[in-house]
């Protein structure tokens, strides 16, 4: 997915959109009262890319409010917001598609989908999480440790 098309849907939504200094330490992106504030040290398309959707997350899945992440029900809101900008970045198809391509590797598979390496070993991991070390779909056989995808045979 590219940077602009997850602008669109932020803007579809009619969520502001801006990109600032963030005081707090760690803090990349904030959702709050339809806003979606992003530091402006992000310096790659991957890295907006990955925020923008994370804070998206916290709208659609109504995950506010929870910057004390030493509270469970806290850190799985912001799991929930996670997961859900996950699925929405990244697909099977997306994995089929860059194994067409001969991509292989985490460094290659990361650019070719435009996301940060971290993005998506987060995002090969809750896939394990959902269908354990391996899935059939559109007859190929997608193997996620390590990743590979294959003709299913019939």
Same mark, same amino acid.
């Given at each position: 997915?590219?940077?602009?098309?997850?602008?669109?849907?932020?803007? @579809?939504?009619? &969520?502001?959109?801006?990109?600032?200094?963030?005081?707090?330490?760690?803090?990349?992106?904030?959702?709050?009262?339809? +806003?979606?504030?992003?530091?402006?040290?992000?310096?790659?398309?991957?890295?907006?890319?990955?925020?923008?959707?994370?804070?998206?997350?916290?709208?659609?899945? =109504?995950? &506010?409010?929870?910057?004390?992440?030493?509270?469970? @029900?806290?850190?799985?809101?912001?799991?929930?917001?996670?997961?859900? @900008?996950?699925?929405?970045?990244?697909?099977?198809?997306?994995?089929?598609? @860059?194994?067409?391509?001969?991509?292989?590797?985490?460094?290659?598979?990361?650019?070719?989908?435009?996301?940060?390496?971290?993005?998506?070993?987060?995002?090969?991991?809750?896939?394990?999480?959902?269908? =354990? +070390?391996?899935?059939?779909?559109? =007859?190929?056989? &997608?193997?996620?440790?390590?990743?590979?995808?294959?003709?299913?045979?019939?």
């Amino acid at each position: 997915m590219e940077l602009h098309q997850v602008e669109d849907m932020i803007r @579809a939504r009619n &969520i502001t959109l801006i990109k600032d200094d963030i005081p707090v330490s760690k803090l990349k992106g904030l959702y709050f009262d339809n +806003t979606i504030i992003f530091d402006r040290s992000l310096s790659t398309s991957a890295e907006k890319i990955y925020i923008l959707a994370e804070e998206l997350g916290h709208y659609e899945t =109504g995950s &506010i409010d929870i910057l004390d992440q030493s509270q469970m @029900a806290n850190r799985k809101q912001e799991r929930k917001a996670h997961r859900w @900008a996950i699925k929405e970045l990244i697909s099977l198809d997306d994995i089929i598609r @860059a194994s067409k391509e001969d991509i292989h590797n985490f460094f290659e598979l990361a650019e070719f989908l435009n996301v940060t390496e971290d993005f998506l070993r987060e995002e090969i991991e809750i896939l394990k999480e959902i269908y =354990g +070390t391996h899935t059939e779909y559109d =007859g190929k056989i &997608i193997q996620f440790e390590p990743l590979d995808v294959w003709e299913e045979k019939r």
